[in-house]
């Protein structure tokens, strides 16, 4: 954070400093209290504490900073002193606990439709990897998914008692020891599987760089759902329609894991891809749902500054890869546009 030169230059892009209009949440104020702290000018306050959970970690001004410094290194390493002082707020150690204690950190109980469709499937090497946000809050989508890759004849599939990837807890805390138990019953559990296709992004992000960055082995191949599904069809006949496709990138997909061409390649074979404003590594967020569990208001308007976004470049239906960015979107879709799972425009076209 001593490394901000507090020169402004990433504030217009933060989503949540959007969404608010407060200063406080650019990266350049963080860093600004951050530092104090450092310093032992002021108190790790509530207030500071809080300031640190009002960020997404969504990498914009990662990818804008001037010093070439990383905002979100040093946003992960404020929580896991939070965390290790013991001053965690009451609505993050909520859901800390909870994945302690029941698995995820929705503290949710199995959707029992998606618990059957599992039931109901073959064992593979391949394992599909539905992720938190899918099971327990867009459960709809999770089957969807798992009826188009049946439909396109894939040979996998998914645990019944699926571990958690972890990516909500280092979301939430960081690189605590917590955090590196759940990565490593998870890479147990996982270990064995040829490859894993992960539905969510964030957990393809997890396994690939997190995992690594704690020395966890896994010995199986990643792959994201859109990855899988433009292998898939890359020798099935589909119909091309007059659908004219806006993918929003999702953060951790563009920036993270520098995947931006499958969508596209998937989208142009079914329709016609139109752009959205900021796209590619220029994405800005859509929606984040664990911070929907203590922060539901900032969230809606993120996903309504994204809708705005689509409208302005003359967008129809918005085609989002993330549960947690179709989730807000859903929530939010203004009259006259739409909002679809990757796998949902690929079923109007099949
Ligand atoms: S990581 Fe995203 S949400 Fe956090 S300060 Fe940077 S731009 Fe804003
Ligand atoms: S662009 Fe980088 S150096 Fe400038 S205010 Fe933002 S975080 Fe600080």
């Known amino acids: 954070m001593d490394a901000c030169r507090f020169c402004w230059m990433c504030r217009h892009i933060c989503p949540i400093g959007n969404a608010t209009g407060q200063e406080r949440n650019t990266a350049r104020a963080r860093a600004l209290g951050l530092s104090l702290v450092a310093r032992e ?12 959970y009002e960020c997404a970690l969504c990498g914009a001004c990662v990818k804008e900073c001037v010093t070439g410094w990383d905002p979100v290194a040093f946003t992960k390493e404020a929580r896991l002193g939070a965390a290790l002082d013991g001053k965690l707020p009451p609505y993050v150690l909520k859901m800390v ?5 029941t698995g995820n950190i929705y503290g949710a109980k199995p959707d029992d439709k998606l618990t059957a469709k599992i039931k109901g499937l073959k064992k593979s090497d391949t394992l599909f990897f539905l992720g938190a946000d899918a099971r327990y809050k867009t459960p709809k989508n999770a089957g969807e998914a798992i009826d188009l890759l049946l439909k396109l004849g894939a040979d996998f599939t998914v645990l019944e008692n699926e571990p958690d990837s972890g990516y909500g807890l280092d979301f ?6 917590e955090t590196k138990t759940l990565f490593d019953a998870c890479a147990k559990t996982l270990n064995g599987y040829k490859q894993v296709v992960c539905y969510d992004p964030a957990d393809a992000k997890v396994f690939r760089r997190e995992y690594k960055e704690q020395g966890i082995g896994v010995d199986f191949a990643i792959l994201t759902f859109t990855e ?7 020798n099935k006949s589909v119909k091309k329609s007059d659908l004219v496709f806006t993918p929003q990138d999702s953060a951790i997909l563009a920036r993270d894991l520098e995947e931006t061409q499958p969508i596209r390649d998937i989208l142009e074979k079914i329709g016609r891809v139109s752009e959205m404003l900021c796209n590619r590594r220029d994405t800005m967020l859509a929606g984040n749902l664990i911070m929907n569990e203590y922060m539901p208001l900032v969230m809606r308007r993120v996903a309504l500054d994204r809708w705005t976004n689509a409208k302005n470049v003359g967008a129809k239906i918005v085609v989002t890869e993330s549960p947690a960015e179709y989730a807000l979107l859903a929530a939010t879709k203004p009259e006259g546009l739409d909002v679809l799972s990757l796998e949902e425009a690929i079923e109007k076209c099949l």
């Not at 000018?41 to 640190?52: F, L």
């Not at 939430?172 to 020891?177: I, K, P």
């Open 97 to 101: 606990t909870a994945v302690l204690e």
């Open 228 to 234: 899988y599904l433009s292998i898939m069809l890359s």
């Open 41 to 52: 000018a002021v108190e790790y306050s509530e207030d500071i504490i809080n300031n640190v």
């Open 172 to 177: 939430l805390v960081g690189a605590a020891a």
